[in-house]
Nanobody
Framework: QVHVAESGGGLVQAGGSLRLACAASGSVSNIERMGWYRQAPGQQREFVAT???????NYADAAKGRFTISSDNAKSTVYLQMNSLKSEDTAVYYCLVVLSVGMGYTDYWGQGTQITVSS
């Protein structure tokens, strides 16, 4: 069983910063990568950023230059530092943990944390 818990959401003014954290617990010995997705009202969930246990990162165009993903593998924790926030960043942010299982992968999602950017 794997538990994924996000923290750090809230209300921030445009141009401000927030840092999200996501901790995975339970049977997490085979984490392949962790990352962040977001879902704005009326929109589909979209990719934000991921990081592998080897440190390789990948960002959505909307996140490049403003967001930085990092991780602490020993703590099975991933972070998302968000700077220069815009109103269009308002969304529920979900943490994804991908475990390597046999010849495949299994995804685990957190419950989400709300970020509201006021203009």
């Amino acid at each position: 069983q794997v538990h994924v818990a996000e923290s750090g959401g809230g209300l921030v003014q445009a141009g401000g910063s927030l840092r999200l954290a996501c901790a995975a617990s339970g049977s997490v010995s085979n984490i392949e990568r962790m990352g962040w997705y977001r879902q704005a009202p009326g929109q589909q969930r979209e990719f934000v950023a991921t990081i592998t246990t080897g440190g390789r990162t990948n960002y959505a165009d909307a996140a490049k230059g403003r967001f930085t993903i990092s991780s602490d593998n020993a703590k099975s924790t991933v972070y998302l530092q968000m700077n220069s926030l815009k109103s269009e960043d308002t969304a529920v942010y979900y943490c994804l943990v991908v475990l390597s299982v046999g010849m495949g992968y299994t995804d685990y999602w957190g419950q989400g944390t709300q970020i509201t950017v006021s203009s």
